[in-house]
T-cell receptor, first 114, second 115 residues
Framework: DADVTQTPRNRITKTGKRIMLECSQTKGHDRMYWYRQDPGLGLRLIYYSFDVKDINKGEISDGYSVSRQAQAKFSLSLESAIPNQTALYFC?????????????FGDGTRLSIL | AQSVTQLGSHVSVSEGALVLLRCNYSSSVPPYLFWYVQYPNQGLQLLLKYTSAATLVKGINGFEAEFKKSETSFHLTKPSAHMSDAAEYFCAVSAKGTSYGKLTFGQGTILTVHP
């Protein structure tokens, strides 16, 4: 089983719909992140969370919200989807017990908004 | 603020040839540096990382990278390309002293390997 699981893997929806992307992890990490990937732009940080009570905006948080339901679960919501939110979304986790730790990524959710 | 530039959005090599993927960073102090690889329909997988130990870092699948402070670079190399190396590669930095390990990614380089 994957350490970082994202659901769904693919989603097609219409403009104006509310969408939730879910992420769960079995790595026991406190830190979790949501990114979006667009061709030629790399990955950009949407939100990140240090623990259940600590949630922070990333560089492109407008139009998104998150919920950290438990240490292992971190959900990303698009309140009213628009076509330019069509992208590949990744969840990641990292260990805070030592500096310089890498992030561990899920397999992504490919989201298309028509 | 830190930033990462990957020179060349596409690199094409022949099987058996040297692979060189370029990464330059901008940071007030030498950061932590990472290379990730993304195969089609998969997430990012860590290739290697630099955390201020040896400047030449060896990673998985025969890749290595050298940290050069004077050039603010962290280029990724592999002596002999395999067809299985075809993927997209991302360089990323994390500033020292931050408490949350935030990563800033480069734009990515797509590596194509020809037979």
């Amino acid at each position: 089983d994957a350490d970082v699981t994202q659901t769904p893997r693919n989603r097609i929806t219409k403009t104006g719909k509310r969408i939730m992307l879910e992420c769960s992890q079995t790595k026991g990490h406190d830190r979790m992140y949501w990114y979006r990937q667009d061709p030629g732009l790399g990955l950009r940080l949407i939100y990140y969370s240090f623990d259940v009570k600590d949630i922070n905006k990333g560089e492109i948080s407008d139009g998104y919200s998150v919920s950290r339901q438990a240490q292992a679960k971190f959900s990303l919501s698009l309140e009213s989807a628009i076509p330019n939110q069509t992208a590949l979304y990744f969840c990641a986790t990292s260990d805070q017990t030592a500096v310089g730790q890498p992030q561990h990524f899920g397999d992504g959710t490919r989201l298309s908004i028509l | 603020a830190q930033s990462v530039t990957q020179l060349g959005s596409h690199v094409s090599v022949s099987e058996g040839a040297l692979v060189l993927l370029r990464c330059n960073y901008s940071s007030s102090v030498p950061p932590y540096l990472f290379w990730y690889v993304q195969y089609p329909n998969q997430g990012l997988q860590l290739l290697l990382k630099y955390t201020s130990a040896a400047t030449l870092v060896k990673g998985i699948n025969g890749f290595e990278a050298e940290f050069k402070k004077s050039e603010t670079s962290f280029h990724l190399t592999k002596p002999s390309a395999h067809m299985s190396d075809a993927a997209e590669y991302f360089c990323a930095v994390s500033a020292k002293g931050t408490s949350y390990g935030k990563l800033t990614f480069g734009q990515g380089t797509i590596l194509t390997v020809h037979p």
